[in-house]
């Protein structure tokens, strides 16, 4: 009776990322199914001797990552799948590895998940005024005035979403049961999409200036860049609130600046350019903003998300099974 070979297979990630990433459940899963040293990660393919690298057939990636570039490519030649247990592969990974058939997964959809949770904490607040009173509040109590502030509150406030990305997607699903109007603006959506039976498509102009919170979702693309700019914030409400979650480049941060100070709109943002801002950058100091540390993506337990998808991912490729999330090549130009 012959036994069937176990891929082998290697993690190519920051050394401490598999403990993070993977339960020790995960872990005797992976052991299980693939020839796989679970104690040891590449951070240098050039490390590796070139005997090792011609006979891995599965490659486990995740953030810090060695580039997978064309000569590291011709090195593996059995090498069948490349699984990452994170979000974009753009950063890491060739576009030769789609040409010689490589299957590629992530665990963007994954990642998906805190985000949107962050984002919806985050409307939530954001329509009952609390980035007001973060700073205020502290220092005056009385800062709070209910019949100075009729429109605080989220019964039927417009919440535009910019994006039907798989954050943007996830948001409008978290969105559902409360009371809110939900806008979603995206040149790529389809007409029969089912996101739509959640939120009315508008375009992007119409969006900003009926929504009273904007959620920024798009991926960063040249035509992406810049694409929140001084003249959709100009139809947005006084106070209305800009939250950016996506990459800091698709808002206009010099034209948000000074929206904030001269119009009194509100600004969540976990993104910024730079990351972090400066000490004496004016946003730290403006009323209504709120600056968080690139913190709303996988964090802390959140990551064996990312892990048990990665896992998943293994365990169908051994199986000769589909992709649950198959990462293609054209896929890449729109995503982030």
Same mark, same amino acid.
């Given at each position: ?59 486990? #990636? ?21 699984? @990452?247990?994170?979000? #974009?592969?753009?950063?890491?990974? !060739?576009?030769?590895?789609? $040409?010689?058939?490589? *299957? ?11 985000? &949107? ?24 109590? *009385? ?5 100075? $502030? ?5 019964? @039927?406030? #417009? ?57 920024? @979702? ?11 700019? *001084? ?9 209305? #609130? ?24 509100? &600004? ?12 004496? !950058? ?15 993506? &996988? ?38």
């Amino acid at each position: 009776m012959t036994h069937r070979r176990k891929p082998v297979a290697a993690f190519a990630m920051r050394p401490d990322l598999p403990a993070l990433l993977f339960s020790a459940d995960d872990l005797a899963v992976l052991s299980e199914v693939l020839d796989l040293d679970t104690a040891t990660t590449v951070e240098d393919f050039a490390a590796v001797g070139i005997d090792r690298l011609a006979e891995i057939d599965v490659l486990i #990636t995740g953030w810090g990552s060695p580039h997978i570039g064309e000569a590291e490519l011709r090195a593996m030649p059995r090498l069948a799948a490349v699984i @990452h247990a994170a979000g #974009t592969v753009k950063g890491h990974l !060739h576009d030769q590895a789609w $040409d010689r058939g490589i *299957r590629v997964t992530s665990a963007a959809s994954a990642n998906a998940y805190p985000v &949107a949770e962050y984002t919806l904490a985050m409307i939530l607040l954001a329509g009952k005024r609390v980035p007001d009173y973060i700073r205020g509040y502290a220092i005056d109590p *009385r800062v709070y005035d209910e019949s100075a $502030d009729p429109a605080i509150g989220n019964f @039927h406030r #417009t919440v535009g979403i910019v994006g039907a990305s798989r954050v943007g997607r996830r948001v409008i699903e978290l969105l559902r049961p409360f009371d809110l109007d939900v806008l979603l603006y995206d040149p790529y959506l389809d007409a029969d999409d089912p996101v739509l039976a959640s939120a009315t498509r508008v375009e992007l102009d119409e969006l900003f200036a009926a929504s009273t919170i904007v959620s920024v @979702h798009a991926p960063l693309l040249p035509e992406t860049v810049g694409m929140v700019g *001084r003249a959709q914030l100009a139809l947005l409400p006084d106070g209305a #609130t800009v939250i950016n979650t996506a990459r800091a480049p698709i808002v206009d941060q010099d034209a948000l600046t000074t929206a904030v100070r001269e119009r009194g709109l509100r &600004a969540v943002l976990d993104v910024t350019d730079p990351e972090p801002l400066p000490v004496d !950058h004016p946003l730290r100091a403006l009323d209504g903003v709120v600056l968080t540390p690139h913190v709303a993506g &996988a964090l802390g337990t959140e990551l064996r998300r990312l892990g048990e998808c990665a896992r998943r991912e293994v365990e169908l490729f051994v199986a000769g099974e589909p992709a649950e999330h198959p990462v293609t090549k054209e896929a890449l130009i729109a995503v982030a």
